[in-house]
T-cell receptor, first 114, second 111 residues
Framework: ETGVTQSPTHLIKTRGQQVTLRCSSQ?????VSWYQQALGQGPQFIFQ???????GRGNFPPRFSGLQFPNYSSELNVNALELDDSALYLC?????????????FGPGTRLTVL | GEDVEQSLFLSVREGDSSVINCTYT??????LYWYKQEPGAGLQLLTY?????DMKQDQRLTVLLNKKDKHLSLRIADTQTGDSAIYFC???????????FGSGTRLQVQP
């Protein structure tokens, strides 16, 4: 069984730029959630995708957007980067029909905004 | 809104038991989780408990849930140096997409 993978591992951008992060979900999982983890904090929910549509969103501005593809992989796009966007971005996959909502996380992408 | 609180730090000696505590505010929470995060890594799901249970045991891990007090704990028996990590408590409720996480408890295991 293939686990959740994310790319790239690390990324450095400058303020105002745009970034795309990628995630491949665990085999058999149809739902992808994205979280932002600032240093020393717990992960904060950004949004979730199911059947290629946004299926719930946390308290993040519209410059955070995403996509899900037919193979259930996903992208997180962030426009107009700000210094506070520096964080570990985590992708989690799950099976929507499973009531326990167990979410399995990838290793994350460390984004640094200068 | 939902809130999850954890103590910041716990230090134990190798071979002792560790108990990590968590409190939450949402009375409609249905599932509660424990995740482990090692330095530079993602989150590993250790175990979870459904809100109609008060205890769940899985090898060295024991989860206790006091729903009345909204208190969750994770006990690690025979703690090893490899258990050193940050442990996150998280919760969700039926129909909610997001997991709400605490800020994590750093467990340090001394040889």
């Amino acid at each position: 069984e293939t686990g959740v993978t994310q790319s790239p591992t690390h990324l450095i951008k400058t303020r105002g730029q745009q970034v795309t992060l990628r995630c491949s979900s665990q085999s058999g999982h149809n739902t992808v959630s994205w979280y932002q983890q600032a240093l020393g904090q717990g992960p904060q929910f950004i949004f979730q995708y199911y059947r290629e549509e946004e299926n719930g969103r946390g308290n993040f501005p519209p410059r955070f957007s995403g996509l899900q593809f037919p193979n259930y992989s996903s992208e997180l796009n962030v426009n107009a980067l700000e210094l506070d966007d520096s964080a570990l971005y985590l992708c989690a996959s799950s099976i929507k029909s499973r009531g326990s909502n167990e979410q399995f996380f990838g290793p994350g992408t460390r984004l640094t905004v200068l | 809104g939902e809130d999850v609180e954890q103590s910041l730090f716990l230090s134990v000696r190798e071979g002792d038991s560790s108990v990590i505590n968590c409190t939450y505010t949402d009375s409609s929470s249905t599932y509660l989780y424990w995740y482990k995060q090692e330095p530079g890594a993602g989150l590993q799901l250790l175990t979870y408990i459904f809100s109609n249970m008060d205890m769940k045991q899985d090898q060295r891990l024991t989860v206790l849930l006091n729903k009345k007090d909204k208190h969750l704990s994770l006990r690690i028996a025979d703690t090893q140096t490899g258990d050193s990590a940050i442990y996150f408590c998280a919760e969700t409720s039926t129909g909610r997409r997001a997991l709400t996480f605490g800020s994590g408890t750093r467990l340090q295991v001394q040889p």
